[in-house]
Nanobody, 119 residues
Framework: QVQLQESGPGLVKPSQTLSLTCTVS??????????WSWIRQPPGKALEWMGFIAYSGATYFTPSLKSRSSISRDTARNQFTLRLSSVTLEDTAVYYC???????????WGKGTLVTVSS
């Protein structure tokens, strides 16, 4: 059974950097052809896919967030970490990590963690 768990601060101040870590069990983030995503959902809005890190370590981001986003990984701990810089109130959201389903969408999700941007 694949499980993902998000962790990180629940409150970030404007202009600071949001940092969230996803810990994976039941699969390896280096498994061939696996992709690991971050998705968020602001209050009252739709899910927004943010970006992924591939099994190779390559990353890709949605264009609107590319300039502020990075994803890194710790293969020894089987974790990957999202960093979003220069946050504003509009970055308040529930953040999810997930494994990409090869046939489309995501097949395993974390439970999500609420990050509030507030001074």
């Amino acid at each position: 059974q694949v499980q993902l768990q998000e962790s990180g601060p629940g409150l970030v101040k404007p202009s600071q950097t949001l940092s969230l870590t996803c810990t994976v069990s039941g699969d390896s983030i280096t498994t061939d052809l696996s992709f690991w995503s971050w998705i968020r959902q602001p209050p009252g809005k739709a899910l927004e896919w943010m970006g992924f890190i591939a099994y190779s370590g390559a990353t890709y981001f949605t264009p609107s967030l590319k300039s502020r986003s990075s994803i890194s990984r710790d293969t020894a701990r089987n974790q990957f970490t999202l960093r979003l810089s220069s946050v504003t109130l509009e970055d308040t959201a529930v953040y999810y990590c997930a494994r990409d389903d090869p046939t489309g969408g995501m097949d395993y999700w974390g439970k999500g963690t609420l990050v509030t941007v507030s001074s």
